[in-house]
């Protein structure tokens, strides 16, 4: 293919590395799209990452929102924050309610190295009740991708209903708390029985009886004390979702926006 050049007949190739090729041309090491990981049970690994902060603040304050996503069931919780500094203690508390809801323990909760999910205090909490801490490298949230597939979805489902429905940006608070309810209700392929998340991660089957269409109107009672002999009844509001404390629909006035 060219002149002036000797060939021989050896098969051997130069085993030295070029120091100028590493620190020019270096790329990162694919990273495996699958996982080899086992959860066999309920809790034994639990995935965890803090999205924000997020503009406009939510309509209580809120500016971040915490997963808690089960390996095995691919049961979901979110917690809204408005700030960093009660991340600890709400994922405290998370582990805490799980182990009263299941009656298993967290063995293995994964994180990435920020700073809410690395404090000393965390530590000691992992410490003393035997919970292993596996943190991913830095700039490979690849290695947690559970828990950004978990957030990808969130967002998108919360932003589409949010401009659907035409409203504020700040209800963004409402649209992610309503769509972790209804992934946690409806199937998934990561499940090999065709159950809910809700089913494998509390053993009972999930009542769709109250579900409503996000952003749909609805007329809200008024209680006697609160109208005169001849007001209205009701008030015509937007549904938006459940109260987690009370058997109670979470809805907007038309006329307020409160």
Known sequence: MVKSMHITNSDSQDSGICKACLKDKQIQASILKTSTIQNPSILHRVYSDLVGPIEPQGRGGERYFMTFFDGHSHYLKVVLLKSKNRTEEQLKSLIEHAKVETGCCVNFFRSDGGGEYSSDSLKKYFKLYGIHHELTNPDTPQENGSAEWVNCTILDMAHSMTKEL???????????????????????????????????????????AHLQVFGCTVHALISKSKRSKFGSKSLQCTYLGYSP???????MNHLSKN
């Open 166 to 208: 035409e409203l504020p940006e700040s209800f963004w608070s409402h649209t992610v708390n309503y769509t972790t309810y209804i992934l946690n209700r409806v199937p998934t392929c990561a499940i090999e029985k065709d159950i809910t998340p809700y089913q494998a991660y509390t053993g009972n089957k999930s009542s769709v």
């Open 245 to 251: 404390r009370k058997k109670a629909y979470i809805v």
